[in-house]
């Protein structure tokens, strides 16, 4: 198991913590904008910039199913597939909101990765920044932004 | 086979039973549990962590039973300071109490056995 990249320092223990407490395979923290805030289990950006897409098109598309379905938007996703599974879940820290997909097989379960990122929320909470500055709506410079983040994450493409 | 809420019920019955669960074995999930005895509102729920946590213990008991070709775990006890969870499997779900300090174990791992006996 890796260490979490992240391109706020902030992030990098409760990351590491949750990843270890619930045995995830590979995760990703990001802002509903696609931003990826921090990530475990992935050395390509690529990769990252992949799900940070199409996290943040998933959490969208169900946000709006939740609210025509049931009156307000779904919380969490768990996708049960034959060897791996996928959780994902929209985190509060203040008013600022987060997303984290995160990927687990049979060494861990759903229940635990639940009650672990329970706790994980309960640390971003009490972390985050005060002068943390609020992105609810995607910049205008999605791309740019994203690339920025994975800079973070991974270095600048091609200088490696 | 048993309705899982009966199990649940009956369990509860017994002496120095807190809370009975039926979990899902591989999701760690509730699918039935009893009221906490002498649960005070608006103190934390234990049950769903509880759950999850002897369901995740339980399959890696099972797995190191395997390792030591001793086969299929029967009843699982963990004691702490302040009491037991015992843990039973049956089949996709596991059964699970918190037991008080002082309850007659015997006849806890007594029903908990029958119960996943005729959950089989």
Not at chain 1, 40 to 45: D, E, L, R, V, Y
Not at chain 1, 129 to 150: K, T, Y
Request: charged share 20%.
């Amino acid at each position: 198991m890796t260490n979490p990249t992240v391109a706020e320092a902030w992030v990098a223990a409760p990351l590491k913590r949750l990843m270890e407490d619930a045995r995830l395979i590979s995760g990703v923290l990001l802002y509903p904008s696609g931003r990826a805030v921090g990530q475990f289990g992935f050395s390509n950006a690529a990769d990252v910039m992949s799900i940070c897409a199409l996290t943040s098109a998933i959490n969208a598309s169900a946000r709006e199913l939740g609210r025509q379905l049931d009156g307000k938007p779904f919380y969490e996703m768990h996708h049960a597939g034959a060897e791996r599974q996928v959780f994902m879940a929209r985190a509060a820290a203040g008013a600022q909101e987060f997303l984290f997909v995160g990927v687990f097989d049979r060494e861990s379960s759903l229940g635990v990765v639940e009650i672990y990122f329970s706790e994980f929320q309960k640390a971003l909470e009490k972390l985050l920044p005060e002068n943390q500055a609020v992105q609810v709506r995607p910049s205008d410079d999605f791309e740019g932004e994203l690339n920025r983040s994975l800079d973070a994450l991974f270095g600048p493409i091609g200088k490696k | 086979m048993r309705a899982v809420s009966q199990v649940v019920a009956s369990l509860s019955r017994v002496p120095g039973v807190v809370a009975a669960m039926v979990v899902g074995a591989s999701d760690g999930l509730i699918i039935e549990a009893s009221q906490i005895v002498g649960y005070a509102p608006g103190a934390t729920d234990t049950r769903r962590p509880t759950a999850a946590l002897a369901a995740y213990l339980y399959s890696k008991v099972n797995r190191a039973s395997d390792a030591a070709r001793l086969g299929t775990p029967a009843f699982m006890r963990l004691e702490a300071e302040k009491g037991h969870i015992c843990v039973v499997g049956a089949s996709d779900v596991v059964l699970v109490t918190i037991v008080a300090p002082d309850a007659n174990l015997g006849r806890v791992r007594l029903d908990m056995m029958n119960a996943a006996k005729d959950n089989r």
